[in-house]
C-alpha cells in the first residue's frame, strides 16, 4: 500500500479538525450565557521572594508572558543614556526565533513598588578570599506587600519562617512594619537562619552589614533575578529583547544595562551552579538555576562596559551557539525595535489607533449645536475619568464638565457652553499630571488629538472617548492625558471636512 | 426611553447617560461569550476552566472598554487576552502541580465536558503554545491568516509559518498507525 502523501495527510486532518470543531460547536450551543460577572476579584495575594524565585523557572515562554506583564513601555527610547551595545540575532528565523518583544528599562521610573526594581545587597563573609562564593542576598518588602511562607524557626521575639523552594534558601521574618529577607543557594539552612538570628538579636539595620559580613555589591533584584523573569517587568536600566522558539515552547531574552565585574558577579548570587565558556571571544559565567538547573543565563561583559545577560531553557551549548551568532545594532535601530515591538502593555497598545487619535466612523451630519441638548457623557478608566455634557429639564443651558473621582469624592471643571455652535473644551487636573480633557468639536474629519500648545507635539494619553451629539453635528470627546507639566497648555486638534484644521485651546 | 445599542449613541437623560458604556459593552459580552468559550474550551479541554478564562478575559476588556470600544475589532482583542489567559492559567496549572494532565478530561469532569475526538484535542493542546494558538484559531474559528496575525500580534509569515508546522505536526500524531490501516 502506497504512503499517504503530506496532502493526503493534511486533508485528512481537516475533515476530522471540522468534524470534531462541529461538534464542539454543538456542546458550546447548548451552553447558557451567565449574566455578566463583572464584580473585580479579591486582592492578588502578596507576592513572596519564594514566588518569585519559582516563577524564575516557571517562565518558558517568553513571547506571551511579557505580553502579559506590567510596565509601560510606550515610545521607549535610548536618549540621553549611556550609549551601551545592543545585540540582537540578525536573522532571527534562520536561527529558530520570532522576535516577540524589545524593552527599554531605560526610561522614567514606573509609578509604584515593583519587585523586580526593589533594592538589594549581596553580603559575604568579612574574612573570606572570594565572599561571593558564599554570597547571601539581602533585602526586605513592605509588610502589605508579602507574606511569610514555609516553615517556622525561632529568630527571638519576631514571627519568622524558613523556606527551601529548589531553587534557593530563603529566611525570612518581620521587622516592623518591612519584612526583611535573606536569600542564598550557597549556605545550609542552619547557616542561614544563625545569619538571621544574629541579625535580630543585633538589630541590624536593613541595608546595613550583616553580622559578620560585608557587603560586595548594592543594586536592585533585576540584579540578581535572571533575566529571563526579570524582563517581564522591564526593570529599571535593563533593556533588550525577547525572542519565542518557532519549533518549542521557549524563550530567549538578551538584556543589556551598563555593568562592571560586581554586577557580573552578582548576576549568579542565587544561581545553582555555575561554570565559565566563550561567547563573542569574551569570557562569560554561565548560570544554572533551579533545582533541576534548567534554566540557564549566560552572562558577559562587552568590551564597552556593557554587561549582556542571556536567559533561556536551553543547554548551555545551544545556547552559546546561538548567542554567537548576536550581533550588535546602533541606538536608532534599538529604539525602532522597542517602538514596533512594545511589552508590557501590548496587548491593548497594539490593539489601539496610533497616539491619541481617535476616529469617528463615518462623515458627520448635521447643522450647528445649540441648547436644549440631549445630555452626554463619556467615561474612561478605573478613576471615572468623565466628560459630560449636560442641559437642565428645561433646556435654558448648557453645561460641559470635566471629572474625575478621588479618594476624597470627586473634582471637576465645568463651563457653560450654551448657544455655543462651535467648539469649547474644558480640564481637570490632577496633582500626578494627569488631565481628563472634555471638548466639544464641531465637523471633523479623520483623527482627532491633543497636542502640547508650545511645541505641537501629541501628548501622552490614557485612553480618549467620543460620542456624537444627537440632534447636532458636533461631538463631546474625553481625553485623559498623562504626564503633563505644571501650567502646560494643551490644544484640542482636529480637521474640518474643508481639510481647516480645528484647535481648541484648553 | 429608547436606548441605542450604538455604544457612541446619545440618552437623552442623566440619569441613564452613566450606564452607556455598561450598556454598549453588555451587546459585546453577549455576542461573543459563546465563540470564546468555544475557543477556551479547545485550548483546555475543560469546560469548567473555560467558562472561568471566557468570565476573567471579559473582565479584563470590560475594564478597559471605553477604550477598546473604540478599536477596529474589539474580538481581536478579547481573543488575545483570552490566548493569553489560557497560556498563563494552563503554566501556573502545572506550575503548582494541581493540574492536571490536560490531554484527559479531568476525572471531576462535569457532564458533557467530554468532547469527541479527544484524540485530537489532545494532540492539538500538545503543540508549542503559539503553533497550538494558531492552528485552533485557523480550525474553531476560521480565521485567515491575517487575522490570526492580528489575534497574536505577529507577523503573517510567522502565523504561516505556525500554521504550516502545526498542521503537519497534528497530521503527523494523528496518523493511524500501520497496522490500523
Known amino acids: 500500500m502506497s504512503q499517504p502523501t503530506e ?14 470543531v462541529d461538534e464542539l460547536a454543538s456542546a458550546v450551543a447548548t451552553v447558557p450565557v451567565p449574566e455578566p460577572d463583572l464584580a473585580e476579584p479579591g486582592p492578588r495575594r502578596p507576592f513572596s521572594p519564594l514566588l518569585v524565585a519559582a516563577a524564575v523557572v516557571l517562565i518558558a515562554l517568553v513571547g506571551a508572558v511579557l505580553v502579559r506583564g506590567g510596565g509601560s513601555q510606550e515610545d521607549g527610547t535610548v536618549a540621553g543614556q549611556p550609549s551601551l551595545t545592543h ?8 536561527a529558530g526565533y520570532e522576535l516577540v518583544a524589545a524593552f527599554d528599562g531605560t526610561e522614567e521610573p514606573p509609578a509604584g513598588v515593583d519587585v523586580f526594581d526593589l533594592s538589594i545587597s549581596v553580603q559575604g563573609p568579612v574574612d573570606s578570599d572570594d565572599p561571593w562564593a558564599t554570597g547571601v542576598l539581602s533585602y526586605s518588602l513592605p ?41 542564598s543557594s550557597r549556605r545550609t539552612r542552619d547557616e542561614l537562619v544563625d545569619l538571621a538570628r544574629a541579625a535580630v538579636v543585633e538589630a541590624t539595620p536593613a541595608g546595613e552589614p550583616l553580622p559578620g559580613q560585608r557587603i560586595v555589591f548594592t543594586g536592585t533584584t533585576s540584579d540578581v533575578f535572571p533575566t529571563l523573569a526579570s524582563a517581564i517587568g522591564a526593570p529599571q536600566g535593563l533593556r533588550g529583547v525577547a525572542y519565542a522558539q518557532l519549533d518549542a515552547d521557549d524563550g530567549l531574552v538578551v538584556a543589556t544595562r551598563s555593568g562592571d565585574e560586581a554586577r557580573l558577579r552578582a548576576a549568579s548570587v542565587v544561581a545553582e551552579s555555575t561554570e565559565q565558556v566563550t561567547v563573542r571571544g569574551r569570557d562569560a559565567i554561565v548560570a544554572r538555576f533551579g533545582a533541576d538547573r534548567s534554566l540557564i543565563e549566560v552572562t558577559w561583559l562587552e568590551a564597552d562596559g556593557t554587561l549582556v545577560r542571556a536567559g533561556a531553557g536551553l543547554t548551555p551549548d545551544t545556547l552559546v551557539a546561538v ?55 463619556l467615561q474612561i478608566g478605573d478613576r471615572n475619568h468623565r466628560a459630560a455634557l449636560t442641559s437642565p429639564a428645561d433646556g435654558s443651558s448648557v453645561t460641559l464638565e470635566a471629572n474625575v473621582d478621588t479618594p476624597g469624592g470627586s473634582s471637576g471643571a465645568a463651563i457653560d457652553v450654551t448657544g455655543l455652535d462651535v467648539e469649547a473644551a474644558v ?26 500648545a508650545a511645541s505641537g507635539q501629541v501628548v501622552d494619553h490614557r485612553g480618549g472617548s467620543l460620542a456624537t451629539i444627537e440632534g447636532s453635528d458636533h461631538s463631546l470627546v474625553l481625553v485623559v492625558v498623562t504626564g503633563t507639566r505644571a501650567g502646560q497648555q494643551l490644544v484640542v486638534v482636529g480637521t474640518a471636512p474643508d481639510g481647516r484644521e480645528i484647535r481648541i485651546p484648553v | 426611553m429608547d436606548e441605542p445599542d450604538d455604544p457612541e ?59 477598546v470600544r473604540t478599536y477596529d475589532q474589539p ?37 458533557g465536558d467530554a468532547l469527541r475526538d479527544p484524540e485530537l484535542w489532545s494532540a492539538l493542546r500538545r503543540l508549542p503554545e503559539r503553533q497550538a494558538q494558531a492552528v485552533t484559531l485557523h480550525y474553531v474559528e476560521d480565521r485567515s491568516v491575517a487575522e490570526i496575525a492580528d489575534i497574536l500580534g505577529i507577523a503573517a509569515n510567522t502565523v504561516k509559518v505556525h500554521l504550516h508546522r502545526g498542521r503537519l505536526a497534528l497530521a503527523a500524531a494523528l496518523r493511524p498507525e500501520e497496522g490500523d490501516r
Open chain 1, 7 to 20: 496532502h493526503d495527510l493534511l486533508e485528512a486532518l481537516d475533515r476530522r479538525a471540522r468534524a470534531a
Open chain 1, 87 to 94: 545585540l540582537v540575532l540578525p536573522d532571527p528565523e534562520a
Open chain 1, 143 to 183: 509588610a502589605e506587600m508579602t507574606t511569610l511562607g514555609g516553615e517556622a524557626v525561632e529568630l527571638g521575639d519576631v514571627d519568622a519562617t524558613y523556606d527551601d523552594d529548589g531553587i534557593a534558601a530563603t529566611v525570612g521574618w518581620v521587622d516592623g512594619d518591612e519584612v526583611r529577607y535573606l536569600v
Open chain 1, 323 to 377: 548567542l554567537d551568532q548576536l550581533e550588535p545594532i546602533d541606538d536608532e535601530g534599538f529604539a525602532e525595535l522597542v517602538r514596533s515591538h512594545p511589552v508590557g502593555s501590548g496587548v491593548e497598545e497594539s490593539f489601539s489607533d496610533s497616539g491619541s487619535e481617535l476616529v469617528e466612523d463615518g462623515p458627520p451630519s448635521g447643522t450647528g449645536f445649540a441648547a436644549p441638548i440631549a445630555s452626554v457623557e
Open chain 1, 427 to 452: 480640564r481637570n487636573d490632577l496633582p500626578d499630571g494627569t488631565v481628563a480633557v472634555a471638548a466639544v468639536i464641531g465637523p471633523h474629519e479623520g483623527p482627532i488629538e491633543v497636542r502640547d
Open chain 2, 9 to 67: 449613541g446619545v440618552v437623552r437623560d442623566r440619569s441613564a447617560v452613566v450606564s452607556i458604556v455598561e450598556h454598549s459593552f453588555d451587546a459585546f459580552y453577549r455576542a461573543q461569550y459563546r465563540p470564546l468559550l468555544t475557543l477556551a474550551w479547545s485550548l483546555t479541554g475543560r469546560r469548567d476552566l473555560a467558562e472561568e478564562l471566557v468570565q476573567d478575559a471579559l473582565l479584563t476588556v470590560h475594564r478597559r472598554w471605553s477604550r
Open chain 2, 75 to 111: 474580538g481581536s482583542f478579547a481573543r488575545r487576552v483570552l490566548l493569553n489567559d489560557a497560556t498563563s492559567a494552563a503554566r501556573r496549572r502545572a506550575a503548582e502541580g494541581r493540574a492536571l494532565d490536560r490531554l484527559e478530561p479531568p476525572r471531576d469532569a462535569v457532564d
